[in-house]
């Protein structure tokens, strides 16, 4: 069993920052990619950023310049700092990892349960 907890949501102002992160922990032997993803009422879930494990970072066009990923592989740990924040950032955040089990030793995608992040205008 592999569990994703995202933390560091909340409700903020636009133009103002927040910094998002997710801990993967259980039966983890190693993180390919992973990623952030959210979903507005009454839209479809859509990619945020990912980043490998060698730390190669790609952004959706809504949030280049705006929105960093980072990662600390050792922590098994993904961050997102977003900056700028506008009131259309407002969603659910999602964290997605592929994980290598250490029990099957079979890679896998582990999604989060989400934290809210609420933009005020």
């Known amino acids: 069993q592999v569990q994703l907890v995202e933390s560091g949501g909340g409700l903020v102002q636009a133009g103002g920052s927040l910094r998002l992160s997710c801990v993967a922990s259980g039966s983890v032997f190693s993180i390919n990619t992973m990623g952030w993803y959210r979903q507005a009422p009454g839209k479809q879930r859509e990619l945020v950023a990912t980043?490998?494990?060698?730390?190669?970072?790609g952004y959706a066009d809504s949030a280049e310049g705006r929105f960093t990923i980072s990662r600390d592989n050792a922590k098994n740990t993904v961050y997102l700092q977003m900056n700028s924040l506008k009131s259309e950032d407002t969603a659910v955040y999602y964290c997605?990892?592929?994980?290598?089990?250490?029990?099957?030793?079979?890679?896998?995608?582990?999604w989060g349960l989400g934290t809210q992040v609420t933009v005020s205008s």
């Open positions: 997605k990892a592929n994980v290598l089990t250490s029990v099957t030793l079979r890679l896998w995608d582990y």
């Open positions: 980043i490998t494990r060698a730390g190669i970072a």
